[in-house]
């Protein structure tokens, strides 16, 4: 509202008015942007539940973001267009979604050892970490790793 007021009473020059309004478009697409961030489909509670998570039998896939990132939000496609394809091709995988600057994430920042974002993680079944990366890892490459794993196991 102060800014309508003084948008009027001042009467801002044509290149101030454009970059009031570049501003504005930026804030609001960056608010639609952060609010459409998803979670991920079974979001534990606190960080003994991301523990029991992985280490219940099935595979995780844990991606650390900040919805400040721009890389995060740029790779999120290809996120969920990986994780659909290994569900597609029954790979029966847990996704893990944190944004580190949640309450859960912060927590769980040491536990992954966080150094900036994104980060990709990939854990077995039983919690021992396979595959770390900043970039998404490709199909073929969590099917490779997750089968040498289980090769190693029997």
């Known amino acids: ?50 523990e029991t998570m992985l280490v219940d ?13 721009l890389g995060c939000i740029a790779a999120l496609p290809s996120v969920r267009e990986l994780v659909n394809t290994l569900e597609a091709q029954n790979v029966d995988i ?10 859960l994430g912060r927590e769980a920042r040491d536990r992954f050892e966080f150094e900036f974002t994104p980060t990709y993680i990939l854990y077995d079944g039983t919690g021992n970490e396979l595959l770390r990366g900043q970039s998404v890892f490709s199909v073929e490459t969590i099917q490779r790793v997750l089968a040498e794993s289980a090769a190693m196991r029997h």
Do not use: K
């Open 57 to 69: 039998g099935r595979p995780t896939f844990v991606m650390l973001y900040s919805h400040f990132c």
């Open 94 to 103: 847990d996704e893990l979604l944190l944004d580190i600057h949640s309450d």
């Open 1 to 50: 509202m102060l800014a309508l007021i003084l948008w009027r009473t001042l009467r801002p020059r044509p290149i101030i008015r454009g970059v009031v309004i570049g501003v504005y478009v930026v804030v609001v697409i960056g608010v639609l942007v952060i609010s459409r961030f998803p979670r991920s489909t079974s979001q534990p509670d606190n960080v003994a539940a991301v």
